[in-house]
């Protein structure tokens, strides 16, 4: 089955440290994204990538860093300058050039202890 | 201005009734436009796409006003099960970057 799968669903990360968010499509979809839900609130876009070994900062980039070597995968890093990492993290994926909608994976919650 | 606005709600309403959510979106740019469900504490699901012609899904029917740039969702003869968060969703196709609005409370009582 085509899907998008994140891993892994619950992290937990003491401060100071760097944590890395999985992220891996088989949908062969060329954009992918990375969205922050705080509770409560909408999504926000941290990073974005159209094509391999390109992506754009999205509205809140700030303490985090993405990369994108393959077209399948697509990690998230919160670093520790990200001064407020606690949050439900998504990783959507979708095919830019006809306009269809983003799917999602299942989300990963990072808590800070 | 954010680019895409929504009513935060909640909206509060008997089950059976009729309830409409209005969308707007600041950049006419704007290629493509959806809707989204999310329950709580689960991933944004694609509810339906929106049409400038407007499309029709069961209960539920979508609309874009380009002119007017907002988008609408209109869901009759309400369930329990429409209790969720429903998601404003704008395609730039040109930028390949999705936007999402902050979403709308909706809880339907028996």
């Known amino acids: 089955d085509g899907g998008i799968t994140q891993s892994p669903k619950y992290l937990f990360r003491k401060e100071g440290q760097n944590v890395t968010l999985s992220c891996e499509q088989n949908?062969?979809?060329?954009?992918m994204y990375w969205y922050r839900q705080d509770p409560g609130q909408g999504l926000r876009l941290i990073y974005y990538s159209q094509i391999v070994n390109d992506f754009q900062k999205g509205d809140i980039a700030e303490g985090y860093s993405v990369s994108r070597e393959k077209k399948e995968s697509f990690p998230l890093t919160v670093t520790s300058a990200q001064k407020n990492p606690t949050a439900f993290y998504l990783c959507?994926?979708?095919?830019?050039?006809?306009?269809?909608?983003?799917?999602f994976g299942q989300g990963t919650r990072l808590t800070v202890v | 201005r954010k680019e895409v606005e929504q009513d935060p709600g909640p909206f509060n309403v008997p089950e059976g009734a009729t309830v409409a959510f209005n969308c707007t979106y600041s950049?006419?740019?704007?290629?493509?436009f959806f809707w989204y469900r999310q329950d709580c504490r689960k991933e944004p699901k694609l509810l339906m796409s929106v049409y400038s012609s407007g499309n029709e899904d069961g209960r539920f029917t979508a609309q874009l006003n380009r002119a007017s740039q907002y988008i609408s969702l209109l869901i009759r003869d309400s369930k329990l099960s429409d209790s969720a968060t429903y998601l404003c969703?704008?395609?730039?196709?040109?930028?390949?970057?999705?936007?999402f609005g902050s979403g709308t409370r909706l809880s339907i009582r028996p």
């Open positions: 969703v704008v395609l730039y196709s040109s930028a390949s970057k999705i936007i």
């Open positions: 959507a994926s979708s095919k830019w050039d006809r306009g269809f909608g983003a799917f």
């Open positions: 949908l062969n979809h060329d954009a």
């Open positions: 950049n006419s740019a704007s290629q493509s």
